[in-house]
């Protein structure tokens, strides 16, 4: 009688282990949309170390596009605790561009086609000839997340699972939220 007992146990406890394990995450990410409703790639990769997620839907809609518009197709918003290296690839011929809204965390890489695809980024927009990092300041908000598709003249970026890095930088009013940036080297 007792060993029967110790089955039933055994068999319980299976059961209620198993029945737990249903409720686990799965390392599939449900489908994420874009706010166009058409579904994004990727998903949005937390930043490095020295930042917390905060709330600020206004700077999260500036930072997300619809389909062609380019920019992100998703995101979450942060601020800096800390110093974070940034990066960034602008036109040299257009030094104003130095300091703008898109960057990354990791250092860009070529070939610059692969780049311009992984980011979205039209030939018009920019030759990507010069590259740049800087530190983000402390208590800086920026938003992080995989890239909408970029419609360009003459073709079309699909969306990208690459995260960019959103600041809302513009030179035009003061509003900078970079420092100690590097004059910019020729790239790739």
């Given at each position: ?14 059961a ?39 709330m600020?839907?206004a ?8 389909s062609g ?16 290296t ?9 030094s104003?561009?130095?300091i ?20 979205g ?16 300041k402390?208590?800086?908000k ?17 969306k ?14 003061d ?5 100690n940036?590097?004059?910019?080297t020729?790239?790739?």
């Amino acid at each position: 009688m007792m060993h029967n007992k110790n089955i039933f146990s055994v068999i319980f406890l299976l059961a209620l282990i198993i029945s737990g394990c249903e409720s686990l995450p799965t390392a599939d990410k449900p489908e994420t949309q874009g706010i166009d409703g058409i579904a994004c790639v990727g998903y949005i990769q937390p930043p490095p170390s020295g930042a917390i997620e905060v709330m600020d839907p206004a700077l999260l809609q500036k930072a997300l596009g619809t389909s062609g518009e380019g920019k992100l197709c998703e995101g979450k918003v942060y601020v800096a605790t800390q110093p974070m290296t940034v990066y960034r690839v602008w036109n040299s011929d257009k030094s104003y561009t130095q300091i703008g809204s898109w960057w990354s965390f990791d250092h860009p890489n070529g070939p610059k086609p692969k780049y311009r695809e992984d980011n979205g980024i039209c030939p018009s927009w920019s030759t990507l000839d010069r590259l740049s990092s800087c530190t983000l300041k402390v208590g800086a908000k920026f938003v992080v997340g995989p890239g909408q598709s970029a419609q360009c003249q003459h073709m079309t970026y699909a969306k990208s699972e690459v995260n960019q890095v959103f600041i809302p930088n513009d030179t035009r009013i003061d509003q900078v939220y970079v420092e100690n940036c590097t004059e910019g080297t020729v790239w790739p």
